[in-house]
């Protein structure tokens, strides 16, 4: 049996208030490169005072490579799994809340999956 473990990909994201509806943000990485399949998402709000995440889609929404978003508790982190079976670029919108407004943020994730043999079972 190959033992591939599962690869969890993380983005850290700064985020501040600009205006009504308006939020400025920078990623690192700025745009995500998905390689293996099965692999874990994570976006983590940093230096981002009194800025919780709400929620999250993808684009194209009639895609079967992600699964419903999981939200912390805190706000802080929102995760993800990808399936990632297809080569496809996808726009993901980060809702977000602040101390004055709500928002969202536009980062990217491109799906290229490795191509190796079959995994076996045990």
Partial sequence: MRNRDTEFLNVQVKAKEVSEGVFEATFE????????????????????????????????????????PSLSKSGKIITLNDANT?????????????PKHKGSVDPEVINQPETSPPEEDE
């Fill in 86 to 98: 297809d080569h496809n670029k996808y726009q993901i919108t980060l809702y977000m809340v602040g």
């Fill in 29 to 68: 990485p700025p745009t995500l490169l998905a390689k293996r399949k099965d692999c874990v998402i994570n976006y983590q709000l940093v230096n981002s005072r009194g800025i919780k995440f709400t929620g999250l889609t993808v684009h194209p929404a009639d895609n079967d490579q992600f699964s419903v």
